[in-house]
């Protein structure tokens, strides 16, 4: 089958282990909305799948290895590839049952945090995962990424910037295929190191990331000031879905753009260099009365210059819906 053909070459120390994960997989991925029993079909599958997952040599880096391995592959095949990135919960509150279980957002609510990492193409097809950071949160760590003297390497968000490290290595892989990379985060990505770590790659990714800080600049101004005196590069219209909160509705927005240095903030465990970066804003002058207006920052390390290269970077970043 298609997914056999996928996850070929499980490698878990044991043809048998190889072969029963394969076979779950199967099940599995026939019936993904169901129940482990449901899609087992029966007792003694079922007792044999938590068998596997309870293994000492089985992890999901290694189940998702091949699969892995056919994304990377089926990336050469595009010149342009999106590397879009989110972070979910899974919860678990009221399963007293599970062990092993952390705080989510709030120390009631237990679960586990999940971080992939999705290849799609500007055409919104998906590719197939290149990367899965799950973690567990300590009790009463809540809050420590917001200290600003703890280091980077110590907090959650982290994760983003090594993120975006780990696709920058990758395009320096397919460079010579011509296939080019963008990292595209949310807000929760907006940090500064990852700007540093390469501003304007020559064979490296490159960045699209939604701004959540409105940062000072040289010049005395703040970021959001400088895009608000900006001319209106051009305008675009688009229906936005509906769901977590969202009304379903036609959403006109103006594009403005400058290309600016942005001042490196003050590290107590590193100093940090300037780095020129592009700012997109796509804002809704005029929302539907009782409709929060719909406003986008977009930070990249490509130049933006034409309505058409405006255009392509927000469609980017609308390729986010799709993880």
């Known amino acids: 089958s298609a997914l056999g053909e996928e996850l070929a070459g499980i490698d878990l120390g044991d043809r048998r282990l190889n072969r029963r994960a394969e076979v779950l997989l199967e099940q599995l991925g026939k019936k993904p909305t169901v129940s482990i029993p449901a899609a087992c079909g029966g007792w003694a599958e079922t007792r044999a799948a938590y068998r596997l997952f309870d293994h000492a040599a089985v992890s999901a880096e290694q189940i998702l290895a091949p699969h892995i391995e056919r994304t990377v592959e089926r990336l050469g095949a595009h010149p342009r590839v999106l ?112 700007f540093v770590e390469a501003p304007c790659p020559e064979h490296g990714a490159d960045w699209l990331i939604r701004g959540q800080q409105d940062r000072k600049l040289t010049n005395g101004k703040t970021l959001r000031q400088a895009l608000n005196e ?20 036609t959403v006109h927005q103006q594009i403005k753009v400058v290309r600016l240095r942005l001042p490196a903030p003050k590290r107590p465990d590193r100093t940090l260099a300037e780095v020129e970066i592009t700012a997109i804003l796509a804002n809704e002058p005029e929302p539907p009365p009782g409709e929060e207006p719909v406003d986008w920052l977009l930070l990249t390390n490509l130049p933006v210059t034409t309505p058409e290269q405006a255009l392509e970077k927000l469609q980017w970043y609308l390729c986010r819906w799709q993880i």
Do not use: M
């Not at 062990?99 to 989510?104: R, V």
């Not at 999705?118 to 009790?139: F, K, Q, Y």
């Open 230 to 249: 900006a001319p209106v590069l051009t305008e675009t219209t688009f229906d936005q879905p509906g769901g977590n909160g969202r009304t379903a509705r």
């Open 83 to 194: 590397c879009l990135q989110d972070t979910s919960e899974l919860d678990y509150t009221g399963k007293t049952d599970i062990q092993g279980l952390g705080p989510l957002n709030y120390e009631t609510r237990r679960g586990l945090l999940l971080h992939p990492t999705l290849a799609v193409t500007p055409e919104r097809v998906a590719l197939g995962l290149l990367h899965v950071h799950s973690w567990v949160r300590e009790p009463g760590s809540l809050g420590q990424d917001k200290d600003p003297g703890r280091p980077l390497e110590e907090k959650e968000s982290v994760r983003w910037v090594d993120g975006f490290a780990r696709v920058n290595e990758l395009a320096e892989r397919l460079f010579e295929t011509g296939t080019r990379l963008t990292y595209v985060a949310d807000r929760e990505g907006d940090i500064y190191d990852t």
